[in-house]
């Protein structure tokens, strides 16, 4: 038998586990009316992680999935909201409501460059190599498949517009268009670099 030697990781996956399924219930019993859920229900699922992260998982009843949200639909708000950055979240208590669809673009992962393919660049049109490298990092977040990328001025990265990238190198910003529907779902993009080194992408 092995022992977790981090108590509170243990911690962490055990609420993680009970909160999924404290989840699937609420769906069950409310049909999906998630403004019916009990606000005694939702105080057993704040909790704060280990690595300062923070459930906002209490918010779900004020959350819109509209009337025709599958549970599947539901499963993603649940994720989104079960492990979230504290500081980019104000009081739950001054959370009036939760937009599900904005709630999908405000997902901040973080992802090292160094493990993607950098060979793009080493040789060829640096413009297309450097769009080639942006679509592959968007990628990892919004899986529904990145088309063209641009400045926000629609031009595609070249010399003129350094890239994409900003004069202290810091943070590459622009504008991405879905692979299938470019005229009806484009967003604007920032990827920043944070103080551990990792990049955080935000759109």
Not at 6 to 14: R, T
Not at 42 to 48: F, K, P
Request: net charge negative; proline share 4%; hydrophobic share 30%.
């Amino acid at each position: 038998m092995s022992y977790d030697r981090n108590p509170k990781f243990g911690v962490d996956a055990a609420f993680s586990e009970g909160a999924r399924r404290v989840a699937d219930l609420l769906w069950e019993n409310t049909r999906g009316e998630l403004s019916a859920i009990p606000s005694s229900y939702l105080e057993t699922l704040r909790h704060e992680f280990s690595d300062g992260r923070v459930s906002m998982l209490e918010l779900i009843d004020r959350v819109d999935l509209g009337p025709e949200a599958t549970y599947d639909d539901y499963c993603e708000v649940v994720d989104a909201l079960l492990s979230v950055d504290a500081e980019q979240w104000p009081e739950p208590s001054s959370v009036e409501s939760v937009s599900a669809e904005r709630l999908k673009y405000e997902l901040e992962p973080s992802a090292d460059f160094s493990e993607l393919d950098t060979e793009d660049f080493a040789e060829g049109d640096m413009g297309k190599k450097m769009e080639s490298f942006l679509r592959k990092v968007i990628g990892t977040v919004y899986m529904d498949g990145v088309g063209k990328i641009t400045d926000n001025n629609g031009r595609a990265p070249s010399e003129e517009n350094n890239y994409l990238l900003s004069e202290d190198g810091k943070e590459f910003s622009g504008m991405f268009f879905d692979k299938q529907k470019p005229r009806e779902k484009h967003y604007p993009f920032t990827i920043s670099e944070k103080s551990d080194g990792q990049w955080s992408i935000r759109y």
